[in-house]
């Protein structure tokens, strides 16, 4: 009985660890794609496809989503108020509007 409780703490406080790691990536994840995003629209510049993809799969490893390269419209983490796809549309608007 001893050794079982020894091992559910184990497993516990693994978890636990595990947990706090995640959520120290999402932060971080969110931490860099909000001055990424910012430092673009700051600039007046258009955000490129291949940043937006790594900030997806930075967003995938973070959240441990297994969908990472997919053609998934999942654009739920919000930055700044703003959808990360919605972010993409806004600069490309911009640049599309200063170019007239």
Known sequence: ???EMADLRRVNAKLRQ????KD???QQYKVVSELTLGLYRELGKEVPENALQRLS???AIATGSSHVGSESTNNSIDVDGEEVGAAHIHS????NN???
């Open 92 to 95: 490309n608007t911009a640049a």
């Open 18 to 21: 595990d947990n706090h790691d």
């Open 98 to 100: 200063s170019s007239m």
């Open 24 to 26: 120290n990536a999402l």
């Open 1 to 3: 009985m001893a050794r």
């Open 57 to 59: 799969a930075a967003q």
